[in-house]
C-alpha cells in the first residue's frame, strides 16, 4: 500500500516508520529542509526521536506532489489547530478515492469544529473517506515497539478494515468503532483532563486526587461528548479512558508537563516557548470552555484549568472551588 504521512513530528515520523517497516511504499512529508536531509542521510530524526534509526525504506520529502503521487491513503499528524491548512494544502493533490486518517486530537479552536467537521469542511470538493485515530499511545514508546492498543474510528467499514490492516503490528494493536465522534473527541478533552492532574501531582497532592480528577474528568467528557453525538460507551474505551489515564499518569505527557509547571508558578507563555511540540490541550481547553457556553454543559474541572491558563488563576484556589462546590449525587 502507498501511504503518504503529513507531518514530521514525533507521532507523524512514528507512524511513518512503522509503516516503512512494515514493508508499505510508506512517504513522510516535512516542513523543513534541515529535517529531510538528517533522515535522509542518517535515518534519524534527532529533533523529536533522537537517538532511534528510522527504516531504510521510508521516504522523505518537503515536496507535497511528489509524497502524494500515486497514494490514496493519507495520515495527517500536525497539530490540531493547523490541520485545515495542511488539508488544504493537499486538496489538489488528493485523489477522489482518498481516504484521510487524522491522527491529531483536538478541537479547531477558530470554528470549534472537530477534526471530522474540519475535514468535511475544508475537503468539501472530493468528500473524502474519514478515520481517526486515538487513544493511549506515546511515540516514544511505539517506535521502541512496545505493546500498544488505539482505535481507528471510520464511518466506512471496508477503509476501516484497509487501514486496520495496514497499521497493525506485533506491538502496535488496532481495535476499529464507527463513532468517529466519540473517539475524536476522547482524543481532544483527555489533554485538558491532563493538564488538570499536572497541576494536582505538582502541588504535592497524592493519589487520591489524580484518582479523582480521571473519574470526574471521565464524566466530564461523557457529558460533553453525548451533547455532541458520541456514544457513552466509547468513552470507557481506549480513546476515552485508555487516553486519559496515560495522559494524567505518564511523565511523557506534554500536557501534564504543563500542569506540573504551572503548579511550580512558571508562566504559561513561558512553559510553551520552551517546548519543543505542541501541548493540545492549552488550546482545547479554550475551545471546551466555548462549547460548553454555547452547548450549556457543566464542566467544573475543565472551567478551572481554563482559569488556570487564562485568567491566572492560583492553582490552589482552583483546587478549594472544586472541593468546596455544592454537594450532589454522583
Same mark, same amino acid.
Given at each position: 500500500?502507498?501511504?503518504?504521512?503529513?507531518?514530521?513530528?514525533?507521532?507523524?515520523?512514528?507512524?511513518?516508520?512503522?509503516?516503512?517497516?512494515?514493508?508499505?511504499?510508506? @512517504? =513522510?512529508?516535512? @516542513?523543513?529542509?534541515?529535517?529531510?536531509?538528517?533522515?535522509?542521510?542518517?535515518?534519524?530524526?534527532?529533533?523529536?526521536?533522537?537517538?532511534?534509526? =528510522?527504516?531504510?525504506?521510508?521516504?522523505?520529502?518537503?515536496?507535497?506532489?511528489?509524497?502524494?503521487?500515486?497514494?490514496?491513503?493519507?495520515?495527517?499528524?500536525?497539530?490540531?489547530?493547523?490541520?485545515?491548512?495542511? %488539508?488544504?494544502? %493537499?486538496?489538489?493533490?488528493?485523489?477522489?478515492?482518498?481516504?484521510?486518517?487524522?491522527?491529531?486530537?483536538?478541537?479547531?479552536?477558530?470554528?470549534?469544529?472537530?477534526?471530522?467537521?474540519?475535514?468535511?469542511?475544508?475537503?468539501?470538493?472530493?468528500?473524502?473517506?474519514?478515520?481517526?485515530?486515538?487513544?493511549?499511545?506515546?511515540?516514544?514508546?511505539?517506535?521502541?515497539?512496545?505493546?500498544?492498543?488505539?482505535? =481507528?474510528?471510520?464511518?466506512?467499514?471496508?477503509?476501516?478494515?484497509?487501514?486496520?490492516?495496514?497499521?497493525?503490528?506485533?506491538?502496535?494493536?488496532?481495535?476499529?468503532?464507527?463513532?468517529?465522534?466519540?473517539?475524536?473527541?476522547?482524543?481532544?478533552?483527555?489533554?485538558?483532563?491532563?493538564?488538570?492532574?499536572?497541576?494536582?501531582?505538582?502541588?504535592?497532592?497524592?493519589?487520591?486526587? @489524580?484518582?479523582?480528577?480521571?473519574?470526574?474528568?471521565?464524566?466530564?467528557?461523557?457529558?460533553?461528548?453525548?451533547?455532541?453525538?458520541?456514544?457513552?460507551?466509547?468513552?470507557?474505551?481506549?480513546?476515552?479512558?485508555?487516553?486519559?489515564? =496515560?495522559?494524567?499518569?505518564?511523565?511523557?505527557? @506534554?500536557?501534564?508537563?504543563?500542569?506540573?509547571?504551572?503548579?511550580?508558578?512558571?508562566?504559561?507563555?513561558?512553559?510553551?516557548?520552551?517546548?519543543?511540540?505542541?501541548?493540545?490541550?492549552?488550546?482545547?481547553?479554550?475551545?471546551?470552555?466555548?462549547?460548553?457556553?454555547?452547548?450549556?454543559?457543566?464542566?467544573?474541572?475543565?472551567?478551572?484549568?481554563?482559569?488556570?491558563? %487564562?485568567?491566572?488563576?492560583?492553582?490552589?484556589?482552583?483546587? %478549594?472551588?472544586?472541593?468546596?462546590?455544592?454537594?450532589?449525587?454522583?
Amino acid at each position: 500500500m502507498k501511504i503518504a504521512v503529513l507531518g514530521g513530528g514525533s507521532w507523524g515520523t512514528t507512524l511513518a516508520d512503522l509503516l516503512a517497516k512494515k514493508g508499505h511504499d510508506a @512517504r =513522510l512529508w516535512v @516542513r523543513e529542509q534541515a529535517v529531510m536531509n538528517e533522515i535522509r542521510t542518517t535515518r534519524e530524526n534527532s529533533w523529536y526521536l533522537p537517538g532511534r534509526k =528510522l527504516a531504510d525504506n521510508l521516504e522523505v520529502s518537503t515536496d507535497a506532489a511528489a509524497v502524494a503521487d500515486g497514494v490514496r491513503h493519507f495520515v495527517f499528524a500536525v497539530p490540531c489547530q493547523f490541520i485545515r491548512n495542511a %488539508y488544504q494544502r %493537499y486538496l489538489k493533490y488528493l485523489p477522489k478515492n482518498a481516504v484521510i486518517i487524522c491522527a491529531s486530537k483536538g478541537i479547531e479552536l477558530d470554528s470549534l469544529m472537530t477534526m471530522s467537521q474540519v475535514c468535511e469542511d475544508a475537503l468539501a470538493a472530493i468528500k473524502p473517506r474519514f478515520a481517526m485515530l486515538s487513544g493511549p499511545s506515546f511515540a516514544y514508546e511505539v517506535i521502541r515497539e512496545m505493546p500498544t492498543a488505539v482505535t =481507528l474510528a471510520c464511518k466506512d467499514k471496508k477503509a476501516a478494515k484497509e487501514v486496520q490492516e495496514a497499521l497493525s503490528t506485533s506491538y502496535f494493536r488496532v481495535y476499529t468503532s464507527t463513532d468517529v465522534r466519540g473517539v475524536e473527541l476522547g482524543g481532544a478533552i483527555k489533554n485538558i483532563i491532563a493538564i488538570a492532574a499536572g497541576v494536582a501531582d505538582g502541588l504535592g497532592f497524592g493519589g487520591n486526587a @489524580r484518582a479523582a480528577l480521571i473519574t470526574r474528568g471521565l464524566s466530564e467528557m461523557s457529558r460533553l461528548g453525548k451533547a455532541m453525538g458520541g456514544e457513552r460507551q466509547t468513552f470507557m474505551g481506549l480513546s476515552g479512558m485508555g487516553d486519559l489515564v =496515560l495522559t494524567c499518569t505518564g511523565d511523557l505527557s @506534554r500536557n501534564r508537563q504543563v500542569g506540573l509547571r504551572l503548579a511550580k508558578g512558571q508562566k504559561l507563555l513561558d512553559i510553551l516557548a520552551e517546548m519543543k511540540m505542541v501541548a493540545e490541550g492549552v488550546k482545547t481547553t479554550e475551545a471546551v470552555h466555548a462549547l460548553c457556553g454555547k452547548l450549556g454543559i457543566d464542566m467544573p474541572l475543565s472551567e478551572q484549568v481554563y482559569a488556570i491558563l %487564562y485568567k491566572d488563576k492560583d492553582p490552589s484556589e482552583a483546587v %478549594y472551588e472544586l472541593m468546596t462546590r455544592s454537594l450532589k449525587d454522583e
